[in-house]
Every structure is written in structure tokens, then in C-alpha cells.
């Protein structure tokens, strides 16, 4: 029996890899519709999303800077690749207001009495990504290997 050649056996590794997204997207997936299921029987979620807080969000609006998540096609991405892969992708949503400092405070009323030069003025805090999901790994409809890094959102903070 031979042995399998060095670019063989990177080439298992990565169909390995490949399958083990899937079956957890597929997995996620699932999930999601069930949710969405439920959604759509009480009257909730129209056009895929799910409107849920995951992972220590709050309930609803006024809770401030939340995890949130859709169901979607990679294509849906906008990042020009074509793939039917389906997916859930998780975004941030909501007002950082609450988390505002002393200092922030103070930024906000100096550049609301104007002290600050209008190029100087410093943004917001906002609702962002603070750690993302593991990269996104797909075939395209032309049977292209793909990966896609800091796609998605796993945890959310004020920044």
C-alpha cells in the first residue's frame, strides 16, 4: 500500500475540515429554523431573522448593545462570492449609551458646546464585534474552496 504524498494529505485534511463546518453549520442551521418557526407561529421575525439575542443579550429593545442573528445564503454576504450555502450569520445591534464613562460624557458636551474643532470631534461609542466566529469555510457554485475570516460576530461590546 503506498503512502499518501505530502499534498494528498493536506488535500484530506482540508475535505475533513470542510465537512466538519458544514455539519455544524448544518447543525446551527437547524437550530435557527426551528427558532424561526417558532417565531412565525407567535407573529414575530419577518425575512429570515431570527430578532433573538444570543449568548448573554438582552430582551428587546432599550437593553443596549446585544448579539443578534440571521439566517442567510454566503451569496448574501455581498462579498462577490456565489454559493447556495446557507448560514447563520450574528451581527451587533443597539445604543452603547449605558456604557458611556465620565470621560465620553465630558467628549460628547465639549463637542456639543463646539470646544472642539469640527475635525476633532471623536465618534460615539458603538455597538461592535469584540470576538468573532470561527472562520467560514465553503465550496462556491464553481466548486472553489473559500474561507472567510472575521465574518461573523460571537460576542458584542461597546467600543
Known sequence: MEEPLPNEFEDVVDFIKV???R?????????GVSQQRRERRRGGAKGGE??????GGGSGRGKGCVLKQIHL???DLGLGYRSGEEMLFRY???PCRKSETNYDKILYNLAHNRRF???????QACCRPIAFDDDLSFLDDNLVYHTVRKH???KCGCV
Open 19 to 21: 465537512t466538519i463546518s
Open 23 to 31: 455539519i455544524r453549520r448544518s447543525s446551527e442551521r437547524k437550530k
Open 50 to 55: 431570527t430578532g433573538r439575542e444570543v449568548r
Open 73 to 75: 445564503n454566503v451569496s
Open 92 to 94: 451587533c445591534s443597539g
Open 117 to 123: 474643532p469640527s475635525k476633532d470631534t471623536p465618534p
Open 152 to 154: 461573523s460576530a460571537r
